[in-house]
Each structure stands twice: as structure tokens, then as C-alpha cells.
């Protein structure tokens, strides 16, 4: 995760939106940042379900598949 976030921050076009775990776990989808494209690293504790519904609602580029 790290090493793929370094490649893409090199990348001057870019701009990196981090998603916080407060921002993830305590607010409604509606408050989260808007992105054009979503990668969505995995781990224990992961609000799931609230990242599949933000990406039904806002649409935006998927890098890898949350519904897997």
C-alpha cells in the first residue's frame, strides 16, 4: 500500500485524497471527501460496507473491487 502511494504521489497530475479512519468510521458518506478514482486498501476493522455504498453513490473509478 505504502509503495503504490509513493508511485502515484511522484506523479505531479495527481492529486492524493487520504480517507481517515475518523472520516471513515464517524461520519456519514455525504461528509467524505469526493474522488474521481477510489483505491481502497483492506484491514481489520474496515467500514466495508460504507466504502461499497459511497462508490453506488458517487460513481467514481475503480481500481480495485470492493465487492469481491
Excluded at 471527501?33 to 455504498?53: H, M, N, P, W
Aim: net charge negative; hydrophobic share 45%.
Amino acid at each position: 500500500m505504502r509503495e503504490i502511494l509513493k508511485f502515484l504521489d511522484l506523479n505531479e497530475e495527481l492529486e492524493i485524497c487520504r480517507f481517515n479512519n475518523a472520516m471513515i468510521n464517524d461520519l456519514p458518506i455525504e461528509e467524505w471527501l469526493r474522488c474521481d478514482v477510489l483505491i481502497a486498501f483492506y484491514s481489520t476493522g474496515f467500514a466495508l460496507q460504507k466504502a461499497i455504498e459511497y462508490v453506488k453513490k458517487y460513481k467514481p473509478v475503480m481500481i480495485n473491487d470492493l465487492e469481491v
